[in-house]
C-alpha cells in the first residue's frame, strides 16, 4: 500500500535518474499530475499535485505494485511536475525527432502513418528516422544496463519496456502506425525473414555502441495485436566472468572445482528460466577451455560465443534435437560435452552414458532445488542404478540484486531481520558457523542510493548458490529407494549450505540485502528455515 504523506512536500531534483523516471509511464503520470523522482532500496518517492486524488492512488498503487515496491506520495508544486514531465521528454527526445522525420517523409512519398513502411528499402527518408529510432531504443538498453528489451505491440500504440535487475519497466510508447517498420529493421539486423509474421523466428547481431561490442539475441513472437519482439543484451566486452564473481564462494566453490576436475562425470546447473544457468556453465568452460581438451556444445540458443569452443545450435524443427545432436557429438572426439538442457528421457539417457564413456558432460535442469535433481531424472525414465556412478554434482542457483557498495549504508539489523539471520546461521553447518564471525549487534547493509547506480542502490546481480556432491552415502539413498527426508539428511551431513543460507552470508558480508533475498527465496521458505 502507498505510504501516504499528504502533509510532507517534496522539491523535484534538476535530474532525476531515467531508471527511476521509466518506473511510472510518462502517460500515467501526465494523466494523474505525479512524477516519480526517488528511489530508495524497494521504496518509491512519487510527488503528486495532488496527493489526496483517490483514483490516483489507486492507479499508482495499481503500476507500483506489478513491480514490488513500496510508494511514498509527497506533495509536489505544479511548477515542479512540470519540470519533471520536461525530464521525460530527455528519454525520448531522438525517438520523437526520428517520429517527426518519419511523417514527413511518409508525406513527401504520399504515404499515411497507416499504411506500412517498406523497412527492406535502402536508406531514404522514410527508412533513415526507423533506424534512428530502433538504433536510440537499442543504446539505451545498453546505457540503462537491461538483460532485455521488449517491444510490444497492443491494439493501440507499441510499449518499449527495459528488464534493469530483473525487473521489467516501460521506457516509452510508439505510435501503432510504426511498429511493422520498427519490427521489420530488427528483423534486417537478425537477418530474420521479413515477410514471415506467422511463426516466431529466432536471430542475433552484433553492434558497436561506442566502446563495446554487445550481441543481440533476437526472438520474434506472433500475438493478437502483431509481432511482439524480445531481444536479450550480451555484453561480450565484460567476457566469461568467473566463478567467483558469480557467487560461487567457500566451501561451494571448492566442492564444484572438485567436480570439474574429475576425469568424467554429469555436472548439472538447476534453477528456473532466467536464474543464469547459462553464465554458470559458459564459466565452468572458461576453466576447461584449454589447449588440450576439446569442448563441444549443444545449446538452445548460443548465447555468449567462446573462442576455440565448438558451439552449436540445435534446430528441432529439421529435427536437430539434443538427441540427435549427441549422438553426432560423440564422433567429435570430445572431452567435454554441454547439453544445454536435459529435457526428456532420450537426452537425459544419451546425457549418463555419455558421462559413463569418459567424458565430462555439463548441463541444466528446472528443479526447485538441489536434491531435487535426482527424483527428477528418475521421473524422466533414467534407472536409479546409473545415476551414482554417472552423476558427479548438482548446483542449484537463483539470482539476487547487488547492493551497490558506494553507497550501501550498515544498520543494525531490525529484531525480525535478527531473528531470520540467527535461526537461518544455527541451522548452518558447524564448520561453517565455527569461521563465522557476526558482529554483535548484528549489523546488515541497507540500498540508498547515489548517481554510479542511478539512484536505485543496486547495481548488477549476484548468484546464491546450493551445491550437492555424488557420495558413497548418496549412492546408497539411490540404490535403496529415494526419498527426501534420506537426502535432506544427506545433503546436511555433507555440511551443504542452502540457497537462504547462502544468501545470509552475503547478506552479513554486505554484498546483498535482507529483502532482496526474501524476495528471491520465498517468504514461506525463510518461515520454514525459522521454525527448524
Given at each position: 500500500m502507498p505510504d501516504n504523506n499528504q502533509n510532507q512536500t517534496a522539491a523535484i531534483p534538476e535530474k532525476i535518474s531515467p531508471d527511476v523516471l521509466i518506473l511510472i509511464p510518462e502517460d500515467s503520470a501526465r494523466f494523474y499530475k505525479m512524477a516519480p523522482f526517488d528511489l530508495l532500496g524497494k521504496v518509491l518517492q512519487v510527488g503528486m499535485v495532488d496527493p489526496t486524488d483517490v483514483k490516483a492512488q489507486e492507479a499508482l498503487n495499481f503500476l507500483v505494485s506489478q513491480l514490488g515496491l513500496i510508494v511514498k506520495?509527497?506533495?509536489?508544486?505544479?511548477?515542479?511536475?512540470?519540470?519533471?514531465?520536461?525530464?521525460?521528454?530527455?528519454?525520448?527526445?531522438?525517438?520523437?525527432?526520428?517520429?517527426?522525420?518519419?511523417?514527413?517523409?511518409?508525406?513527401?512519398?504520399?504515404?499515411?502513418?497507416?499504411?506500412?513502411?517498406?523497412?527492406?528499402?535502402?536508406?531514404?527518408?522514410?527508412?533513415?528516422?526507423?533506424?534512428?529510432v530502433v538504433t536510440t531504443i537499442i543504446k539505451n538498453g545498453v546505457e540503462f544496463r537491461a538483460s532485455d528489451i521488449h517491444i510490444e505491440p497492443s491494439f493501440e500504440k507499441v510499449r518499449i519496456r527495459y528488464r534493469i535487475d530483473g525487473v521489467l519497466a516501460t521506457a516509452l510508447t510508439l505510435p501503432l502506425s510504426v511498429h511493422q517498420a520498427v519490427i521489420s529493421r530488427v528483423k534486417i539486423l537478425s537477418n530474420l525473414r521479413i515477410d514471415e509474421r506467422r511463426v516466431p523466428q529466432d536471430g542475433r547481431f552484433r553492434s558497436r555502441l561506442g566502446d563495446k561490442e554487445v550481441d543481440f539475441r533476437v526472438s520474434t513472437f506472433p500475438t493478437a495485436a502483431g509481432e511482439k519482439v524480445a531481444l536479450r543484451i550480451l555484453?561480450?566486452?565484460?567476457?566469461?566472468?568467473?566463478?567467483?564473481?558469480?557467487?560461487?564462494?567457500?566451501?561451494?566453490?571448492?566442492?564444484?572445482?572438485?567436480?570439474?576436475?574429475?576425469?568424467?562425470?554429469?555436472?548439472?546447473?538447476?534453477?528456473?528460466?532466467g536464474s543464469g544457468k547459462s553464465t554458470t556453465i559458459y564459466s565452468i568452460l572458461?576453466?576447461?577451455?584449454?589447449?588440450?581438451?576439446?569442448?563441444?556444445?549443444?545449446?538452445?540458443?548460443?548465447?555468449?560465443?567462446?573462442?576455440?569452443?565448438?558451439?552449436?545450435?540445435?534446430?528441432?524443427?529439421?529435427?536437430?534435437?539434443?538427441?540427435?545432436?549427441?549422438?553426432?557429438?560423440?564422433?567429435?572426439?570430445?572431452?567435454?560435452?554441454?547439453?544445454?538442457?536435459?529435457?526428456?528421457?532420450?537426452?537425459?539417457?544419451?546425457?549418463?552414458?555419455?558421462?559413463?564413456?569418459?567424458?565430462?558432460?555439463?548441463?541444466?535442469?528446472?528443479?526447485?532445488?538441489?536434491?531435487?535433481?535426482?527424483?527428477?531424472?528418475?521421473?524422466?525414465?533414467?534407472?536409479?542404478?546409473?545415476?551414482?556412478?554417472?552423476?558427479?554434482?548438482?548446483?542449484?542457483?537463483?539470482?539476487?540484486?547487488?547492493?551497490?557498495?558506494?553507497?550501501?549504508?550498515?544498520?543494525?539489523?531490525?529484531?525480525?531481520?535478527?531473528?531470520i539471520i540467527t535461526n537461518a546461521i544455527a541451522s548452518m553447518p558447524e564448520g561453517i558457523k565455527k569461521d563465522l564471525k557476526v558482529k554483535d549487534p548484528i549489523k546488515i547493509y541497507e540500498?540508498?542510493?547515489?548517481?554510479?547506480?542511478?539512484?536505485?542502490?543496486?547495481?548488477?546481480?549476484?548468484?546464491?548458490?546450493?551445491?550437492?556432491?555424488?557420495?558413497?552415502?548418496?549412492?546408497?539413498?539411490?540404490?535403496?529407494?529415494?526419498?527426501?527426508?534420506?537426502?535432506?539428511?544427506?545433503?546436511?551431513?555433507?555440511?551443504?549450505?542452502?540457497?537462504?543460507?547462502?544468501?545470509?552470508?552475503?547478506?552479513?558480508?554486505?554484498?546483498?540485502?535482507?529483502?532482496?533475498?526474501?524476495?528471491?527465496?520465498?517468504?514461506?521458505d525463510v518461515e520454514a528455515k525459522i521454525k527448524k
Amino acid at each position: 500500500m502507498p505510504d501516504n504523506n499528504q502533509n510532507q512536500t517534496a522539491a523535484i531534483p534538476e535530474k532525476i535518474s531515467p531508471d527511476v523516471l521509466i518506473l511510472i509511464p510518462e502517460d500515467s503520470a501526465r494523466f494523474y499530475k505525479m512524477a516519480p523522482f526517488d528511489l530508495l532500496g524497494k521504496v518509491l518517492q512519487v510527488g503528486m499535485v495532488d496527493p489526496t486524488d483517490v483514483k490516483a492512488q489507486e492507479a499508482l498503487n495499481f503500476l507500483v505494485s506489478q513491480l514490488g515496491l513500496i510508494v511514498k506520495i509527497l506533495k509536489i508544486s505544479e511548477t515542479d511536475w512540470q519540470r519533471a514531465m520536461e525530464q521525460y521528454k530527455g528519454i525520448k527526445q531522438e525517438v520523437s525527432q526520428a517520429l517527426e522525420e518519419l511523417e514527413r517523409g511518409l508525406t513527401k512519398e504520399k504515404l499515411t502513418l497507416g499504411e506500412e513502411v517498406d523497412a527492406g528499402k535502402k536508406e531514404t527518408e522514410i527508412d533513415a528516422p526507423i533506424i534512428r529510432v530502433v538504433t536510440t531504443i537499442i543504446k539505451n538498453g545498453v546505457e540503462f544496463r537491461a538483460s532485455d528489451i521488449h517491444i510490444e505491440p497492443s491494439f493501440e500504440k507499441v510499449r518499449i519496456r527495459y528488464r534493469i535487475d530483473g525487473v521489467l519497466a516501460t521506457a516509452l510508447t510508439l505510435p501503432l502506425s510504426v511498429h511493422q517498420a520498427v519490427i521489420s529493421r530488427v528483423k534486417i539486423l537478425s537477418n530474420l525473414r521479413i515477410d514471415e509474421r506467422r511463426v516466431p523466428q529466432d536471430g542475433r547481431f552484433r553492434s558497436r555502441l561506442g566502446d563495446k561490442e554487445v550481441d543481440f539475441r533476437v526472438s520474434t513472437f506472433p500475438t493478437a495485436a502483431g509481432e511482439k519482439v524480445a531481444l536479450r543484451i550480451l555484453d561480450t566486452s565484460q567476457g566469461v566472468r568467473t566463478l567467483p564473481d558469480l557467487g560461487v564462494m567457500g566451501r561451494n566453490l571448492e566442492t564444484m572445482k572438485e567436480a570439474i576436475h574429475k576425469p568424467f562425470g554429469l555436472i548439472f546447473i538447476t534453477g528456473p528460466t532466467g536464474s543464469g544457468k547459462s553464465t554458470t556453465i559458459y564459466s565452468i568452460l572458461k576453466i576447461l577451455n584449454t589447449d588440450g581438451v576439446n569442448i563441444v556444445t549443444l545449446e538452445d540458443p548460443v548465447e555468449y560465443y567462446i573462442e576455440w569452443v565448438n558451439q552449436s545450435q540445435i534446430r528441432p524443427e529439421i529435427g536437430y534435437t539434443f538427441g540427435s545432436g549427441l549422438r553426432q557429438i560423440l564422433r567429435q572426439d570430445p572431452n567435454v560435452i554441454v547439453v544445454g538442457e536435459v529435457r526428456d528421457n532420450e537426452t537425459a539417457t544419451l546425457s549418463i552414458h555419455a558421462a559413463l564413456t569418459g567424458h565430462i558432460v555439463l548441463s541444466t535442469l528446472h528443479t526447485n532445488n538441489a536434491i531435487g535433481a535426482i527424483p527428477r531424472l528418475i521421473d524422466m525414465g533414467v534407472e536409479p542404478f546409473l545415476i551414482p556412478s554417472s552423476l558427479n554434482l548438482v548446483a542449484a542457483q537463483r539470482l539476487v540484486k547487488k547492493l551497490c557498495p558506494d553507497c550501501r549504508k550498515e544498520v543494525a539489523a531490525p529484531e525480525r531481520a535478527k531473528e531470520i539471520i540467527t535461526n537461518a546461521i544455527a541451522s548452518m553447518p558447524e564448520g561453517i558457523k565455527k569461521d563465522l564471525k557476526v558482529k554483535d549487534p548484528i549489523k546488515i547493509y541497507e540500498p540508498q542510493g547515489c548517481p554510479q547506480c542511478n539512484d536505485k542502490g543496486t547495481r548488477g546481480r549476484i548468484a546464491v548458490f546450493e551445491i550437492l556432491a555424488m557420495t558413497s552415502e548418496l549412492s546408497q539413498i539411490i540404490a535403496s529407494g529415494v526419498s527426501e527426508d534420506k537426502l535432506v539428511a544427506e545433503a546436511k551431513r555433507q555440511n551443504m549450505i542452502t540457497m537462504f543460507q547462502d544468501g545470509i552470508l552475503k547478506v552479513l558480508d554486505g554484498i546483498i540485502g535482507l529483502e532482496e533475498l526474501i524476495h528471491v527465496v520465498s517468504v514461506e521458505d525463510v518461515e520454514a528455515k525459522i521454525k527448524k
